[in-house]
């Protein structure tokens, strides 16, 4: 994917299993809002190929229901109530679970009469969350969902993200900076930096095949068993930080 002559990200190369909630990790500029974008549809890449679900993303409306999306901003409309946005969702979607959404606004403390643009920015992020997650589509892409969410917000999502993943059969992929939420909840994971895809996997393989080992004066993350247990957030900072020795 390019950007005029910027190079958003290029070689790659990746296959994701079904049924994954998936970590992307990357420092800023490393591409993952254009991976996201790409996997949603809502970009075409400049080269290459890419199959969501078996299909080109965006690609009619059996596909686009297959897929929900929540970008980093939270977008809504802010004239609307949060009913409003449900009854949108309802009209909108052919898998929409009402009952859910409205347990889960109800839950949250959110009052159903209450315009968008009024709400906090946690509240916003909850009630697009919501939205997404009450659309019941096969895969669910969040672009930093918790950026906006205090501590305790942030840990009701992910048990909340938890048991919807155990309730129904749907992938996510999940971007985030915040390293020690991914560990939480993501059985696999992609690294991105440079725009280039740097690790991809399942976690508890990735983790089983690097070790941390003493070389000189100092210790280094290889990719190979023998030597110490690393745990992901120094996985994953080793190979953004190119020290991994392949």
């Given at each position: 994917m390019r950007y005029g002559r910027r190079?958003?990200?290029?070689?790659?190369?990746?296959?994701?299993?079904?049924?994954?909630?998936?970590?992307?990790?990357?420092p800023n500029g490393a591409g993952k809002s254009t991976f996201l974008?790409?996997?949603?549809?809502l970009l075409t890449p400049t080269s290459?190929?890419?199959?969501?679900?078996?299909?080109?993303?965006?690609?009619g409306a059996a596909q686009l229901a297959d897929v929900a999306f929540v970008a980093q901003d939270a977008p809504l409309y802010p004239s609307l109530t949060v009913a409003d946005h449900l009854r949108?969702?309802?009209?909108l979607n052919p898998r929409w679970?009402?009952?859910?959404?409205?347990?889960r606004i109800k839950r949250l403390g959110l009052d159903p009469g209450q315009k968008a643009g009024r709400l906090s920015g946690g509240?916003?992020?909850q009630l697009a969350l919501t939205l997404a997650a009450a659309k019941r589509a096969q895969l669910l892409i969040l672009d930093e969902p918790v950026?906006?969410?205090d501590p305790l917000a942030r840990r009701m999502f992910l048990q909340d993200l938890q048991e919807f993943v155990a309730e129904v059969e749907v992938s996510v992929v999940l971007s985030s900076h915040l390293l020690s939420d991914l560990a939480r909840v993501c059985d696999h994971l992609i690294v991105l930096s440079a725009a280039h895809v740097q690790l991809a996997g399942d976690v508890s393989s990735l983790l089983a095949g690097h070790s941390?080992?003493?070389e000189g004066d100092g210790e280094r993350i290889v990719p190979k068993p023998d030597g110490r247990p690393v745990d992901l957030e120094d996985l994953v900072l080793a190979y953004m930080a190119g020290e991994v020795v392949r």
């Open positions: 190079v958003a990200l290029t070689e790659c190369t990746l296959h994701v299993p079904a049924g994954r909630v998936v970590g992307l990790v990357g974008g790409l996997t949603g549809g290459g190929r890419i199959a969501v679900l078996g299909h080109r993303p965006g690609d949108l969702g309802a009209r679970d009402q009952p859910y959404a409205e347990a509240q916003r992020a950026a906006s969410l941390r080992v003493t």
